[in-house]
Nanobody, 112 residues
Framework: QVQLVESGGGLVQAGGSLRLSCAAS????????MHWFRQAPGKEREFVAG????????TYADSVKGRFTISRDSANSSVYLQMNSLKPEDTAVYYC?????WGQGTQVTVSS
């Protein structure tokens, strides 16, 4: 079993920054890749960023390239999402994911 807990969401003005954290506990063998997804009201959940735990290679959705950075910290089994130059379109609940496990989500609201 794996537990994922997100934190760091909040309300920020357009152009601002937030740093999301995801703390993982439990099994570690299934976290070879970890991801951030987001879901806005009335919309489907969409992929935001992913990272290979061992190698550190990253993948981003086109909508966030150049603005968001995903990273990991093996020492405390955490994955982060640094979000810069935030836009109102980034408003959503952000979820941490690995394999079939999901966190509870953290709300990010970007005002214009």
């Amino acid at each position: 079993q794996v537990q994922l807990v997100e934190s760091g969401g909040g309300l920020v003005q357009a152009g601002g920054s937030l740093r999301l954290s995801c703390a993982a506990s439990g099994r570690t063998v299934i976290k070879s890749s970890m991801h951030w997804f987001r879901q806005a009201p009335g919309k489907e959940r969409e992929f935001v960023a992913g990272i290979n735990w061992s190698v550190g290679t990253t993948t981003y959705a086109d909508s966030v390239k150049g603005r968001f950075t995903i990273s990991r910290d093996s020492a405390n089994s955490s994955v982060y999402l640094q979000m810069n130059s935030l836009k109102p379109e980034d408003t959503a609940v952000y979820y941490c994911n690995t394999f079939s496990y999901w966190g509870q989500g953290t709300q990010v609201t970007v005002s214009s």
